[in-house]
């Protein structure tokens, strides 16, 4: 099998040229992900201008090997949400997000981003009556209007899915789809029409502050900009500002099958909206753009979990849509989520004019672009930072962040060892 679905049917990259001398800006961003590339992006367009370092390939990260949800909310409930970040913040966070996968599909649309968008909404689908019971709680506390949120009975969620396997499920109009590793790519493009400069296999690998002008080093190359804008999240390269030890690094794989006959997809998901299943270990099933479904849970494609995960994913399939017993699976690969400890969002001050921007926990395709707005306008200006969805605070320390991280990916696959009931 190939190892990413995304890298091949994606856009085609542009393959910008690796930073190799010195350059001067208004703002440094490091990181091309979405966040990074969003941020770029919202300067330049803003008037600011702008260099993009990114260690690898534009959207090489995390984005490109998401599932490519653009999801609204939080793991976490609203409740947890306020008490985490206090009552003003977190009525802010909480519309922030629930507007974030409409901003970025309108954003997608302004643009005319290719990454095969779909805002046709989502099914959080539960198992049973505490699922479904946990389900009605999040309703009842959402101050979303009944046309973005509907909590339907078993009967028509089978209708919806083309499964008899679950008690209910929240219809969340509000989410979509997209091909993540397009949306970056073609983002980084509209970034680069607005003025920006990208440099590709770019390490940053030394910040200086000195004279109110910060210097970011790579291995051959230097730029000098007042502003420094760090969103490599969980990807950071080194130790630099302690970034890296704020995250449990949370693996989570996907899996795709051959294109799927036309009888077969009228089978799977009638009504064309994706499925988050809500069970303790959560997986998701799509389509991509080509009909295949896509089927990703929490753990690793590699090693004897890999074994175990992808055998648990055919199993999972053929219990949901027994027409499809058997399937193929042409693509398999694994990507990382950063956890925080709250599961928030996270806008830091890392020094003068400097700002890291991350911890969107499995949401950075919406969450991420939108934040990345906001705090450009901070940058530019025109927005105070007190009006941010999220209190600026230092990094903070994820304790016993990679034994956590060993800890999930066992967890999640002890999980599916043992779940015989779906074979």
């Not at 990413?4 to 049917?9: A, C, G, N, Q």
């Not at 009975?153 to 993540?180: F, H, I, K």
């Not at 199993?315 to 058997?326: H, S």
């Amino acid at each position: 099998m190939a190892a990413t679905l995304w890298s091949e049917t994606a856009v085609a990259p542009r393959n910008q040229p690796s930073l190799e001398d010195g350059r001067s800006a208004d703002i440094c961003v490091v990181g091309g992900g979405v966040g990074g590339v969003a941020a770029s992006y919202f300067l330049a367009a803003g008037g600011a201008s702008v260099i993009l370092l990114e260690a690898d390939r534009i959207g090489s990260g995390a984005a490109g090997k998401s599932s490519g949800f653009a999801n609204a909310g939080l793991w976490v409930p609203p409740s947890d949400i306020i008490k985490a970040i206090g009552a003003s913040y977190g009525a802010r966070l909480i519309g922030m997000l629930g507007a974030a996968p409409r901003k970025t599909f309108d954003l997608i649309n302004t643009l005319g981003l290719e990454c095969d968008a779909k805002h046709a909404g989502t099914l959080q689908c539960a198992p049973d009556e505490a699922a479904f019971n946990d389900l009605r709680e999040r309703l009842a506390a959402s101050s979303s209007p009944a046309s973005e949120l509907k909590l339907v009975e078993a009967d028509e969620t089978a209708r919806l899915t083309g499964t008899t396997a679950y008690r209910g499920a929240l219809v969340d109009y509000r989410a979509g789809v997209m091909q993540p590793l397009s949306y970056v790519r073609s983002l980084a493009v509209a970034a680069e029409k607005a003025g920006a400069t990208i440099y590709e296999k770019s390490t940053a690998v030394r910040f200086d502050y000195a004279n109110d002008r910060w210097t970011v080093s790579t291995e051959q190359g230097s730029v000098s900009a007042k502003w420094l804008l760090v969103a490599s999240e969980a990807h950071m390269i080194g130790r630099h500002f302690g970034l890296r030890r704020e995250y449990v690094p949370m693996p989570y794989f996907n899996a795709a099958t051959r294109p799927l006959t036309r009888a077969e997809k009228a089978a799977v998901m009638p009504a064309g909206q994706p499925i988050v299943d809500l069970r303790k270990v959560v997986s998701s099933f799509r389509f991509d753009a080509h009909d295949r479904l896509v089927a990703g849970s929490i753990g690793e494609v590699a090693s004897l979990d890999g074994v175990i995960n992808r055998n648990w994913i055919a199993r999972k399939i053929a219990r949901l849509f027994p027409r499809l017993r058997g399937i193929e699976m042409e693509f398999a690969w694994a990507g990382t989520i950063g956890v925080t400890n709250n599961h928030m969002p996270t806008v830091h001050h890392i020094g003068r004019h400097a700002y890291a921007l991350g911890g969107y926990n499995g949401r950075g395709l919406a969450a991420g672009t939108v934040l990345a707005e906001m705090l450009s306008q901070v940058v530019l200006g025109r927005l105070q930072e007190a009006d941010l969805p999220v209190p600026v605070t230092e990094p903070g320390i994820a304790r016993l962040a990679g034994l956590r991280g060993k800890a999930l990916r066992s967890a999640a696959a002890a999980f599916h060892l043992i779940d015989a009931r779906w074979s």
